[in-house]
């Protein structure tokens, strides 16, 4: 399609034309996603269109440093290469001034990929008030070029229920059924604490509210970003992820935390039930996930694997963000599950297998190192009150991963892995091994590790951390270590940039 380009596009596609080439491979994760130049936070607009799978994000180009947003645009085949594309959206507009904040995607059935995002309008107006507003927009494109729809804002602060606030209401996700199209966007009450919205239209042109889907209350942090919610396994699901929120336990840290709720949904009353709420992701670097349903039924999320409150990549990188691997997942034994997209199992070779190794001290096995790596650990004898993997690690640096027996809890640690700022290093989640038929007690964990990050799926997913690090890539060294015995089996694969 064609497209009058703003002047703030075209700038931006020079900037990306002109930077991408100049960051060479080897220093971006190799089978993560990442910032093409610049800032990235939320992905957005996670969809299925003319067969390849579309991730936007949020984007600012012009530095390494949160800023306007933009909407940052890449696609693959396998959730596992990914190809940049220009950026899709630039601030360039009265409703979208203060930024094109975070949004979703869809196909429609006339062949047109709908971008539905959130504008914001930031002025002050000629009296002196300084004027804020959110409100949902539309942009349509043939997964390339997209141009803003002329009646933009298609939903207001009109349609907001008593009591809402017009300042506190972004991050729409949309999808359709049989029925027509529907979204769910985040909002602060007038408790001032979060709310999930749904709307429907039948053209995605003018939207009507339908009811609150949920509300925190106070209880799960303030503002709800980042909605989404979809039916798994017979169980609804709404995910979002509340600001300002306290420790509880090992469940819930201080600050921005991702959240699932689950429950039942009365399609036709359009009544969300909720029974469960649970953290999606126990390390340091997770937030505002988003899912899309592929061709073959599978759901699969991303998320943004950095804290607002853990800026940390180094400046010489030219790049600022990373996407966890897609995921996908399951609702099993009574929890959300989350394994990585088995298309990553295309690009494994250098297969090391070790049986039955028992641990008394520090241990190296041979061939078990690197930082782009797949790596099973299967702990099955368990004499011992800690167990720990060091991994990213050489003489000054390393990454702690830590089992307590006594306390039935996973601890990952990043203290020593370089940092001189004064974040958090240190989180734990509780932990309990699983009663196999083979193995009997058994805690299995696997380790993806990629350059700057490490994702960590225990007992097959019913858990996860997710945490990023920047330690020189020569520390590749991965060691096994216990107060007392134990009994591991390991499995070890490199993972290739091409398959």
Request: aromatic letters at 12%; glycine letters at 8%.
């Amino acid at each position: 399609m064609g497209r009058k380009e703003s002047s703030q596009l075209k700038r931006v596609h020079r900037i990306e034309s002109l930077q991408i080439q100049k960051i060479p491979q080897s220093g971006r994760p190799g089978y993560h996603m990442s910032s093409p130049v610049g800032w990235m936070n939320d992905p957005n607009g996670f969809s299925v269109f003319q067969g390849e799978y579309h991730l936007f994000f949020q984007y600012h180009p012009y530095s390494g440093a949160w800023g306007p947003m933009h909407w940052g645009h890449c696609k693959t085949r396998d959730f596992i290469k990914w190809e940049y594309l220009p950026a899709a959206m630039a601030p360039d507009e009265s409703y979208d001034e203060g930024g094109c904040y975070s949004g979703s995607a869809l196909e429609t059935e006339d062949g047109r990929h709908v971008l539905i995002y959130t504008g914001v309008a930031d002025r002050y107006l000629e009296d002196g008030t300084h004027y804020y507003r959110q409100m949902q927009c539309m942009a349509v494109g043939d997964g390339r070029d997209y141009e803003k729809f002329e009646g933009n804002p298609v939903i207001t602060g009109e349609t907001l229920p008593e009591g809402a606030s017009v300042e506190d209401f972004r991050d729409p996700k949309v999808w359709q059924d049989e029925e027509g199209c529907w979204l769910v966007v985040g909002n602060r009450a007038a408790d001032g604490s979060g709310q999930i919205l749904l709307y429907k239209s039948k053209d995605l042109e003018r939207w009507e509210f339908v009811t609150v889907l949920d509300r925190s209350e106070n209880r799960y942090g303030k503002m709800w970003e980042c909605p989404d919610f979809f039916p798994l396994d017979g169980r609804q699901i709404l995910l979002v992820s509340p600001q300002d929120m306290r420790a509880e336990a090992l469940e819930f840290h201080n600050g921005n935390n991702s959240i699932y709720l689950a429950g039942t949904y009365d399609a036709k009353n359009h009544q969300f039930h909720r029974e469960m709420v649970k953290s999606l992701d126990y390390g340091l670097d997770f937030y505002a996930p988003q899912t899309l349903l592929t061709p073959d039924g599978r759901r699969i999320m991303i998320g943004w694997m950095q804290s607002w409150d853990a800026k940390i990549a180094p400046a010489e990188l030219g790049w600022v963000g990373m996407m966890t691997i897609p995921r996908e997942l399951h609702f099993e034994n009574g929890r959300l599950y989350q394994r990585p997209v088995r298309e990553l199992e295309a690009y494994r070779s250098g297969q090391v297998v070790f049986q039955n190794v028992t641990i008394r001290e520090s241990t190296e096995l041979e061939g078990v190192r690197g930082r782009q790596i797949d790596l099973t650990v299967e702990i099955t004898g368990f004499d011992f009150e800690h167990f720990r993997i060091q991994f990213a690690s050489s003489g000054q640096y390393c990454m702690v991963l830590q089992y307590s027996t006594k306390r039935g809890c996973l601890t990952i640690d990043r203290t020593h892995s370089g940092l001189i700022r004064d974040v958090v290093c240190r989180r734990k989640m509780e932990v309990r091994p699983m009663e196999t038929e083979d193995q009997g007690r058994c805690l299995r964990l696997r380790l993806l590790l990629d350059k700057y990050s490490a994702e960590i799926f225990v007992n097959d997913g019913e858990s996860v951390m997710s945490s990023v690090f920047y330690t020189p890539q020569e520390a590749d060294r991965i060691l096994f270590d216990t107060d007392g015995t134990a009994c591991i089996h390991v499995t070890k694969y490199d993972i290739a940039e091409e398959k």
